[in-house]
């Protein structure tokens, strides 16, 4: 274990407040009731969320250093299973595809696949 999940977030509509939740599942296209995005999972650390408030659907307790050498790496958190894809262009964190679906929990603990 690396990291917590600190927060969740959904952002239904693009110009609307994210709503918080404590535990949200994670479907192939990202978290239920989010809207579409090309992303599917924006993850992003607490200092980085508190800064800038990124519209970020999971907050971890962890160094941001840290977040960003996961790009290419599998995690999981609680009964999900991601795959950091990239770091974005233009704000904090990282971007995650699902890799398998599952519900992810305030509190639940990040976890790194040893790579192949």
């Known amino acids: 274990m690396i990291a ?3 927060s969740l977030f959904i952002y ?3 110009d609307a407040p994210g709503q918080q939740l404590d535990s949200v599942e994670m479907t192939e296209t990202g978290p239920q009731g989010n809207r579409s995005k090309k992303h599917a999972v924006h993850l992003v650390t607490v200092d ?3 800064e800038t408030h990124p519209k970020a659907n999971i907050v971890l307790d962890m160094d941001s250093s840290g977040l960003e050498k996961l790009v ?3 995690v999981r958190l609680g009964e999900c299973t991601l795959e950091i ?3 974005p262009s233009q704000c904090a964190g990282v971007y995650a595809r699902v890799l398998e679906p599952g519900e992810v929990t305030v509190d639940d603990a990040l976890f790194v696949a040893d790579p192949e």
């Open 4 to 6: 917590t999940v600190s």
């Open 48 to 50: 980085d969320y508190v």
């Open 85 to 87: 894809t990239q770091t």
């Open 12 to 14: 239904p509509d693009s």
């Open 72 to 74: 290419g790496r599998v």
